[in-house]
């Protein structure tokens, strides 16, 4: 069973590979953090909460640390991923899971809810596969770009979700574009979309009820690790011509 374990574990190909996971300190990135590292990753949790990705890092080992970062920050993502790099290397794989999710009712947004939501979930994202793309490039040896979208960005989940619903939309608009300008350089660009998933900040969340329920009577709600696992195989050397591809996570959500 040992040498089956390490067969697999030697088919991913991550063994020693930097992975920068954004929003890793807690929820969704957490859980992909760990999946991760279990495969050998180096793994760099950046969140904007960096005693609560200090001590993510070090439950996962391996050689993994964490650094402070507020994605939204243009000169803060430059300045985070080329001191990462100084001291990691390039990155293998960038997960782009840093997220913000208001719920408003739509009649009741404002500018500065969409801009909240937007600045985070999209802009965010972009600054991060912009800066990770640029440092694979230059170490050549390609990589793997993996941003986390939503069910929501495929079809109306519940009341509250316009402005982060749409914010979504345009990171499957963004991964697809960067699939096409990227493959050049062997760099994958592709997705996941989580449906319900258990996480503290899901079940702290606040504002208007109504829409879906987000599990299915037979197999209930995702977990965390089950989004890692398919972050893994984006990751993974079993996806090296896979690019540009989302991979929904929903329990069968959108089959209904």
Known sequence: MESSVSGIADMMGLAGK???VTGGASGIGEGIAEVLARAGARVVVLDRNLPQAEAVAAALGGGAFARALDVSDEAAVCATLSAVVAEAGAPWLLVNCAGVQDRVALLDGTGAD?????????RGAFFCLREAAK???AAGSGGRIVNITSI?????VMVGLAAYTASKHGLLGLTRSAAMELMEHAITVNSVQPGGVKTPGAANA???VGGRALDTPVMGHNTPH???AAVLYFASALAGRTTGQTLAVDSGFLLG
Do not use: F, H
């Open 206 to 208: 606040t504002g208007p």
């Open 114 to 122: 969409w801009d909240r939501n937007y600045e985070v979930n999209l």
């Open 226 to 228: 089950e989004i890692g």
């Open 18 to 20: 930097v992975a920068l």
């Open 135 to 137: 440092a694979m490039i």
């Open 152 to 156: 929501s960005a495929t079809a109306p």
